[in-house]
């Protein structure tokens, strides 16, 4: 899974601790988002996209992987 | 605010009560029993450490800066940091699942029936912890 929080943070002008502080997470977590390390729960990708004013969809990008 | 003056409070007594045991566990050292001593040092350890650790955890959020005391705060139950925890526990479990049989082989090789009785106890307390952890997660999730 993939995922466009940098890309939206950027286009909107929010830093990282501004973020972590609006969704109740801490900036490590933000940074592993970013960097794929971590995916998040269906609760954080709720409040990350209900903060950007989209869908969990068009946030986060869900591949699936071929067998 | 009170809850955390209480806190300090109760480790502040662990403190004092560790540092006191173990006071007077070297005042006293020849006049008791060995094991007396021993407990009194390790108990005394314990409570010192505890109470300790809970003093200094407030003295060092105070010595940070707002953002970063959020931050610590908010690490408590960031989701990211609970499945750390987690996975940290798991492999804490397997490892000291291993290294509780090295006493075990020891007591053996050595043929001392107690420590075979103690760390055998020792590994299945392990297990029935965890299985009974495991069964009152089954049914809460």
């Known amino acids: ?67 | 605010m009170k809850n955390e003056r209480g806190k300090l409070v109760l480790g502040a007594l662990g403190l004092l009560a560790g540092l006191l045991l173990i006071g007077c566990a070297l005042v006293l050292g020849d006049r008791l029993p060995g094991s007396i001593i021993g407990l009194m040092c390790g108990c005394g350890g314990a409570l010192g450490g505890v109470g300790g650790t809970a003093l200094l955890i407030p003295l060092l959020m105070r010595s940070m800066s707002p953002e970063e005391r959020r931050e610590a705060e908010r690490a408590e139950y960031d989701e990211r940091v609970v499945l750390i925890r987690e996975k940290a526990a798991q492999s804490s479990f397997y490892w000291t699942l291993c290294l509780l049989w090295v006493p075990f082989v020891v007591a053996l090789m050595q043929g001392s029936l107690l420590w075979m009785i103690l760390s055998t106890g020792a590994v299945v307390l392990h297990n029935v912890f965890y299985l009974v952890n495991l069964a009152r997660w089954d049914r809460r999730l």
């Open chain 1, 1 to 67: 899974m993939t995922n466009r929080i940098a890309q939206l943070r950027k286009e909107r002008r929010i830093s990282q601790a501004e973020l972590a502080d609006a969704v109740d997470v801490t900036r490590q977590t933000i940074i592993s988002l970013e960097s794929g390390r971590y995916n998040a729960s269906l609760l954080l990708a709720h409040r990350i996209a209900k903060y950007f004013g989209l869908t969990i969809e068009e946030v986060f990008l869900f591949e699936e992987e071929e067998p």
